[in-house]
T-cell receptor, first 112, second 111 residues
Framework: NAGVTQTPKFQVLKTGQSMTLQCAQDMNHNSMYWYRQDPGMGLRLIYYSASEGTTDKGEVPNGYNVSRLNKREFSLRLESAAPSQTSVYFC???????????FGSGTRLTVV | TQLLEQSPQFLSIQEGENLTVYCNSSSVFSSLQWYRQEPGEGPVLLVTVVTGGEVKKLKRLTFQFGDARKDSSLHITAAQPGDTGLYLCAGGVRSQGNLIFGKGTKLSVKP
């Protein structure tokens, strides 16, 4: 029962470095999401993909790009990391509207 | 902009006490969900409610969706240390592809 798998679990980057966070789900879900969670700010949507082949900006998309590689995989890329991007990143998926999310266990990213 | 306000932000109680967490908005939602998150893990879905006035029970947890579908509550009876965690409510709008999350209620249940 893998569900949603995120890699890596932890990462430290230097300012200006780039990296890609990987997310894969094995539940045949149509929609996938990337959120960041910061103390006092709650979960904020970065980007989402309602279905394979589509992506849309969320509340805080600046500094990020995404790729919906296929139905299973949705990656998040930081092209030039900044300290403000230090956060815990969660990938989630669901089968459709009015259904709940299944979350991954998160990536804790620190940018120094 | 749709917002979900959760209260209280923090709650520290003794084992065996009852508690209620609230989730309020000025917006109407087509569905509302509750999640629990433990440290170092992603949120886990507890329940989804979709009908105004709907009440769902999950063992000692009771969830209610307001008649106007703008608010919800989570009531825990006889809390146990295993209930400790961050409780998040999230609202969905049918025309939008994502959920709006409240900032959460951090619950600590002491033995």
């Amino acid at each position: 029962n893998a569900g949603v798998t995120q890699t890596p679990k932890f990462q430290v980057l230097k300012t200006g470095q780039s990296m890609t966070l990987q997310c894969a789900q094995d539940m045949n879900h149509n929609s996938m999401y990337w959120y960041r969670q910061d103390p006092g700010m709650g979960l904020r949507l970065i980007y989402y993909s309602a279905s394979e082949g589509t992506t849309d900006k969320g509340e805080v998309p600046n500094g990020y790009n995404v790729s919906r590689l296929n139905k299973r995989e949705f990656s998040l890329r930081l092209e030039s990391a900044a300290p403000s991007q230090t956060s815990v990143y969660f990938c989630a998926s669901r089968t459709g509207v009015n259904y709940g999310y299944t979350f991954g266990s998160g990536t804790r990213l620190t940018v120094v | 902009t749709q917002l979900l306000e959760q209260s209280p932000q923090f709650l520290s109680i003794q084992e065996g006490e009852n508690l209620t967490v609230y989730c309020n908005s000025s917006s109407v939602f087509s569905s509302l969900q509750w999640y629990r998150q433990e440290p170092g893990e992603g949120p886990v879905l507890l329940v989804t409610v979709v009908t105004g006035g709907e009440v769902k029970k999950l063992k000692r947890l009771t969830f209610q969706f307001g008649d106007a579908r703008k608010d919800s509550s989570l009531h825990i009876t006889a809390a146990q240390p295993g209930d400790t965690g961050l409780y998040l409510c999230a609202g969905g709008v049918r025309s939008q592809g994502n959920l709006i999350f409240g900032k959460g209620t951090k619950l600590s249940v002491k033995p």
